[in-house]
């Protein structure tokens, strides 16, 4: 892919239908399963459709997947001596989806009851399989094609889209590893973006630091009671109704926080990692706040949440600088 991309600033867009058709055909057809008995068998034929859109994207360093097509497979078997043929319909294969989120509508063609049994056996034995390979489809797509369309590190000047690429590409410790799946982020079930913002109060950083952990000041700025609140490492909280939530990883005090944190419509499980910096000038503290595993989708209402209901009520609660 040819590619004028300066320091991988711009978005790049690659359409990768052809290539998935060649995927799902290499991987899923010539699947097979047989009843225990020994009665029946099956045995996906041929990749009838692939509908759709599948895209891979590229802006500021940050490679992300989106797609979302309907497949539909033919299968042939037999039940004793009796052929039977039909297809497996899977309406929505998408970058959001769950493994156990897909639907398999498994038809028959010329059905009658002798020929039951192999649908039977599709969905025991077959539709596992499935599962498992259509859920590796994200993974696979980015590693084939999420490299030609950015430039490499060495050639990017930009700090910044190189520091995303950087850590895109880094290889994880076990260490590392351990933790992230302590964390449930199921990073598998988002394509995710990071999100930065900056604010300054009229404070010093002392007093900014305890306003976000102090449980009576939470109480006042949230306008209620924490649902729950543990102001520790390890501790978790949930505020606004049970609306955000998350916990505590690591903090420095007058320093940093670091936490884990979702708003409550996001998928169970997923936290976006959300670090505030405390950084004192002369007069005011800035507040850098940065989240990095944010649901791409989910920029605009994250960062609105966080000015209208963080930093706009702290300020107007405690005074600590005018509210735009």
Not at 143 to 150: C, L, S
Not at 277 to 301: L, S
Request: glycine share 6%.
């Amino acid at each position: 892919m040819v590619l004028h991309n300066p320091n991988n600033w711009h978005w790049v867009d690659k359409n990768c239908v052809d290539w998935s058709k060649s995927y799902f055909s290499e991987k899923l057809v010539g699947i097979s399963a047989t009843s225990d008995d020994g009665q029946t068998s099956t045995s996906i034929t041929k990749l009838a459709s692939l509908t759709g859109d599948v895209d891979v994207n590229q802006r500021k360093g940050k490679v992300i997947s989106l797609y979302d097509v309907k497949i539909v497979l033919d299968y042939a078997g037999t039940v004793e001596t009796t052929p039977v043929t039909g297809t497996i319909t899977i309406p929505e294969v998408a970058y959001d989806t769950d493994e156990d989120e897909y639907v398999f509508d498994i038809s028959i063609s010329e059905e009658t009851k002798e020929k039951l049994p192999a649908r039977a056996l599709i969905r025991q034995k077959i539709v596992p399989e499935l599962r498992k390979k259509l859920s590796a489809f994200g993974h696979d797509l980015i590693e084939t094609h999420g490299k030609d369309i950015q430039h490499p590190v060495g050639e990017n000047r930009s700090q910044f889209t190189s520091s995303n690429q950087t850590a895109a590409a880094a290889p994880k410790s076990a260490a590392t590893s351990a933790t992230e799946t302590a964390k449930k982020s199921s990073t598998s079930a988002y394509n995710t973006t990071t999100l930065r913002l900056e604010s300054a109060f009229n404070t010093t950083a002392a007093e900014l630091y305890t306003t976000f952990l102090d449980p009576a000041r939470v109480t006042a700025w949230t306008r209620s009671p924490p649902v729950k609140f543990s102001p520790s490492e390890g501790g978790e909280y949930a505020l606004f109704g049970g609306n955000v939530s998350g916990k505590f990883v690591k903090l420095i005090e007058n320093k940093s926080i670091e936490m884990l944190w979702r708003l409550k419509d996001w998928k169970p499980d997923h936290f976006a990692d959300l670090n505030i910096e405390f950084d004192q000038g002369q007069g005011e503290t800035k507040a850098i706040v940065t989240w990095k595993g944010v649901p791409v989708g989910q920029e605009d209402v994250t960062r609105q949440n966080f000015e209208e209901y963080y930093v706009k009520s702290i300020k107007l609660t405690f005074g600590f600088g005018a509210v735009l």
